[in-house]
C-alpha cells in the first residue's frame, strides 16, 4: 500500500543540520531537529519538512528532486551526497548529520558559494572546438557509435560538484581546477568533432590542471552520475605526455 | 566573501576516511619501494667484494632482517597491487567499435609482473 500522510506519525527522525546565519553568528553550529519521516522520503524531503513545518530560517538548495539538476548536494554523514537520491531509511535510527559541501566557502546554513567552480570551468573551454569550422549548409558533424562511446561517460556530468567536495586535493588547494572540470576537458579532447586539444593544453596541463591530481579516486567514486573525472584525468595526463614526447622526438612534426 | 565560513582541512584530513587512507598508504609505500630499489643496488655494488657481500648476508639472516624483509613485501605487495589495479583507467584502449576490457590491461600488467619475477627468481636461485 502507498504511504499516506497519516504515516508521517510514525517514525522519527533525528537530523543534526549545520546552521551559519552571516548576519549573526562568526562560528557555525548545530541544530537537531526531530521530525517524522515516511519510507520513501529522501532527505531532501526531511530538509523541505523541516523548512515547512518547523523553521523556516534554514536555507539549502534544491531544484528537480530527481537527480538532474546538480542543485541539493549536501555532506551527508561526511560523504557528498545529492539528497534528491539519499533515503532517509538507509541511516535510521541513526541520526543523520547534513553539512553543507565540503571545501567550498559556506554562505548561509546548507547553501555554499560556488563562484570559484563557476569561474574555472569555462577555463577549460567545455564546449566544441572544431579543428575546421564548416558552414551551416555543409550539414552536421557525423559521429559512429564509437566514437560517441569514446566519451559519452565523461558527458554526463551535472555539475553538482560533489567531486569538489570529495577531492581532498581541491580541499587543500584551492587554485586546483578539480575533477569535474578537468573530466569535461577531456571529453572534448576525446570528441571526434573537437579540435581544441591544443587550445585546452594551457590551462589543462598548468601547474593547477591534471598534474595536481595525485588519483586519490574518491571524486569517481562519490559521483551520482559515474563520470569517473579521475579515469578522465588520468587519461588526459597520458595523452598530453604522449603529446609531449612526440613533440621532442619529432620537431615540427 | 567576508561573510563566508571557510573550513580548512584538518592536518589529520587523511585519517577521515578509507578512501583517502588507501591513497595515503599507496603513496606512502612508494617510499619503501625506493628504498628496497637503493639497497639492491648496494647489495650489488657489494657483489665484486666476496667478504663484504657474505657479510652483509649475514646481517641480514636475522630476526631483525627477516622481519625487516616481511615489512618491505607486504609494502611492496601493496603498492604493486593498487597501482596495477588502477592501470586500466589511465589506459583505455579500443579495438575497433569495442573498448579493450579492463580486466585484461590489469591482466597483462600482472603478468609482465609475474614474468619479471620469475625471470629474476631464475637468475637468483639458479
Redesign the interface.
Given at each position: 500500500m502507498a504511504p499516506t500522510d497519516s504515516d508521517l506519525s510514525g517514525r522519527p527522525v533525528v537530523m543534526d543540520v549545520f546552521r551559519?546565519l552571516?548576519?549573526e553568528e562568526t562560528?557555525?553550529r548545530f541544530q537537531r531537529y526531530e521530525i517524522p519521516y515516511r519510507d520513501d522520503d529522501v532527505v531532501l524531503d526531511a530538509l523541505n519538512h523541516i523548512k515547512a513545518e518547523v523553521d523556516a530560517t534554514l536555507s539549502f538548495r534544491w531544484a528537480c528532486r530527481m537527480g538532474v539538476c546538480g542543485s541539493c548536494g549536501m555532506m551527508v554523514n561526511?560523504e557528498p551526497r545529492l539528497t534528491c537520491e539519499t533515503f532517509v531509511n538507509e541511516f535510521h535510527p541513526e541520526p543523520i548529520r547534513i553539512e553543507p559541501l565540503?571545501?567550498f566557502?559556506?554562505?548561509r546554513d546548507l547553501v555554499i558559494?560556488m563562484e570559484d567552480f563557476m569561474d574555472k570551468l569555462p577555463t577549460v573551454k567545455p564546449w566544441l572546438v572544431p579543428a575546421d569550422p564548416k558552414p551551416i549548409e555543409e550539414g552536421e558533424f557525423l559521429q559512429?557509435?564509437?566514437q560517441l562511446?569514446?566519451y559519452k561517460r565523461f558527458s554526463m556530468c551535472i555539475n553538482c560538484m560533489l567531486c569538489y567536495s570529495a577531492c581532498?586535493v581541491y580541499?587543500?588547494d584551492e587554485t586546483f581546477i578539480g575533477p569535474a572540470a578537468l573530466a569535461l576537458a577531456q571529453r572534448y579532447n576525446l570528441d571526434s568533432r573537437d579540435g581544441g586539444k591544443a587550445e585546452r593544453a594551457n590551462v589543462v596541463t598548468s601547474h593547477e590542471g591534471i598534474w595536481e591530481c595525485?588519483?586519490?579516486?574518491?571524486c569517481t567514486?562519490v559521483c551520482p552520475k559515474e563520470v569517473?573525472p579521475?579515469?578522465a584525468i588520468?587519461?588526459a595526463?597520458?595523452s598530453y605526455a604522449t603529446d609531449w614526447v612526440k613533440s621532442m622526438l619529432l620537431p615540427g612534426g | 566573501m567576508d561573510r563566508h565560513y571557510v573550513r580548512k582541512l584538518p592536518a589529520m584530513w587523511w585519517l577521515r576516511k578509507r578512501t583517502y587512507l588507501v591513497f595515503m598508504l599507496r603513496e606512502l609505500t612508494s617510499v619503501f619501494v625506493v628504498a628496497y630499489a637503493l639497497f639492491l643496488m648496494v647489495v650489488i655494488w657489494r657483489a665484486d667484494d666476496p667478504g663484504s657481500f657474505s657479510g652483509l648476508f649475514d646481517a641480514l639472516d636475522s630476526p631483525v632482517g627477516l622481519v625487516l624483509h616481511a615489512i618491505v613485501l607486504a609494502a611492496l605487495l601493496f603498492h604493486s597491487i593498487t597501482w596495477i589495479n588502477l592501470t586500466p583507467k589511465v589506459l583505455v584502449l579500443w579495438r575497433d567499435d569495442e573498448q579493450v576490457d579492463p580486466r585484461l590491461i590489469a591482466g597483462a600488467n600482472y603478468l609482465g609482473w609475474a614474468v619479471a619475477s620469475a625471470v629474476l627468481a631464475w637468475l637468483v636461485l639458479k
Open positions: 551559519f552571516p548576519d562560528e557555525p561526511g565540503a571545501h566557502p559556506v554562505a558559494n559512429s557509435p564509437a562511446a569514446a581532498p580541499g587543500l595525485t588519483y586519490v579516486g574518491d567514486r569517473d579521475a579515469g588520468q587519461m595526463k597520458l | -
